[in-house]
């Protein structure tokens, strides 16, 4: 936790999409304080044409390299998100060769009770995490 969905454009390599996982995932451990192997990413690759990313009129221009980054999370601080986008984009830029103009994120909220990590327990709330 947080868990983390990536939706591309198809065509990048395995290699890419470990070093864009990676960077994505150091940069979640430094800005939340979650512990290293607290780690849960799903990636969804799109065809060319079926992933659309408009620049909300500020003037961004998109590649195919976008990355739409929507993170399920515990309630973060404002100090923590904005750590966060910065420091995603610094890895992304440095470990993948993503532009910063490439990264639009989507952070959404949700308690201690809407997580289960298995056998049917919600740990946040049983003390087991």
Known sequence: MPLLRFDLVAGRTPAELTALLDAAHAAVVEAFEVPAGDRYQVVHQHPRG????????????????????????????????????????????????????????????????DWSFGHGRAQFLTGEL
Do not use: M, W
């Not at 909300?56 to 923590?80: K, Y």
């Open 50 to 113: 079926e992933l659309v990313v408009h620049d909300t009129g500020l003037g961004i221009e998109r590649t195919d390299a976008v990355v739409l980054l929507q993170v399920t999370s515990r309630p973060r601080s404002r100090e923590q998100k904005e750590a966060f986008y910065r420091l995603l984009v610094r890895n992304l830029e440095e470990a993948a060769g993503t532009a910063p103009s490439d990264v639009v994120v989507s952070v959404v909220e949700n308690s201690d009770a």
